[in-house]
């Protein structure tokens, strides 16, 4: 089992940057993919990022926001900059296995509100 725990949202106007984290434990960290989601109030969750040996990333957000992660601490990061109105929404961190496709791992969410 893996335990995820996000951090770091909160309020920003819009042009604005803000760095999200999430801390995992329970499982190999660098045995895991971790990813980035999000969802809008009454749209889908969707897909931001991923990182397993390399970076993707949802085309609305290239080239404005970076994953990263921290294997000797357990932590993966979403820097989000030049922030948009249209990027509010819950933000979930995520992990699978690097041999599978199913994103079995969830965090809580953090709220994420751009003002414009």
């Known amino acids: 089992q893996v335990q995820l725990v996000e951090s770091g949202g909160g309020l920003v106007q819009a042009g604005g940057s803000l760095r999200l984290s999430c801390a995992a434990s329970g499982r190999t960290f660098s045995d895991l993919t971790m990813g980035w989601f999000r969802q809008a109030p009454g749209k889908d969750r969707e897909f931001v990022a991923a990182?397993?040996?390399?970076?993707n990333y949802a085309d609305s957000v290239k080239g404005r926001f970076t994953i990263s992660r921290d294997n000797a601490k357990n932590m993966v990061y979403l820097q989000m900059n030049s922030l948009k109105p249209e990027d509010t929404a819950v933000y979930y961190c995520?992990?699978?296995?690097?041999?599978?496709?199913?994103?079995?791992?969830w965090g809580q969410g953090t709220q994420v509100t751009v003002s414009s």
């Open positions: 995520a992990a699978r296995r690097v041999d599978l496709s199913t994103w079995n791992y």
């Open positions: 990182f397993s040996f390399y970076a």
